[in-house]
Nanobody, 121 residues
Framework: QVQLVESGGGLVQAGGSLRLSCALSGRTFSYTDMAWYRQAPGKEREFVAGISWGGGKTIYAASVKGRFTISRDNAKNTVYLQMNSLKPEDTAIYYC??????????????WGQGTQVTVSS
């Protein structure tokens, strides 16, 4: 059974930084593309960033490009999201999943609990 566990969220002031982590279990992480998503109150879940299984390809939503960086450590079965220059509009619950299609909000597996990111102005 595949499990996704996100961590690292918190409350930060605008302009600050956070690093999120996501651990995947139940399938071979090293050969699995991964992505981060977020869902703000009253809005649909949206794609944030994705990374190919080898780390050679990354893709970002326009709203976070240049501020967020996705990376992975295959030895630790973990994908990261470094978030810099945070804005209040980045406030959301952040999730990771295996993307079904790059750039869409569809994940392959049951969503984890996510991690809350709150950016104060």
């Amino acid at each position: 059974q595949v499990q996704l566990v996100e961590s690292g969220g918190g409350l930060v002031q605008a302009g600050g930084s956070l690093r999120l982590s996501c651990a995947l279990s139940g399938r071979t992480f090293s050969y699995t593309d991964m992505a981060w998503y977020r869902q703000a109150p009253g809005k649909e879940r949206e794609f944030v960033a994705g990374i190919s299984w080898g780390g050679g390809k990354t893709i970002y939503a326009a709203s976070v490009k240049g501020r967020f960086t996705i990376s992975r450590d295959n030895a630790k079965n973990t994908v990261y999201l470094q978030m810099n220059s945070l804005k209040p509009e980045d406030t959301a619950i952040y999730y990771c999943n295996v993307p079904t299609r790059w750039g869409t909000n569809e994940g392959k597996y049951t969503w984890g609990q996510g991690t809350q990111v709150t950016v104060s102005s």
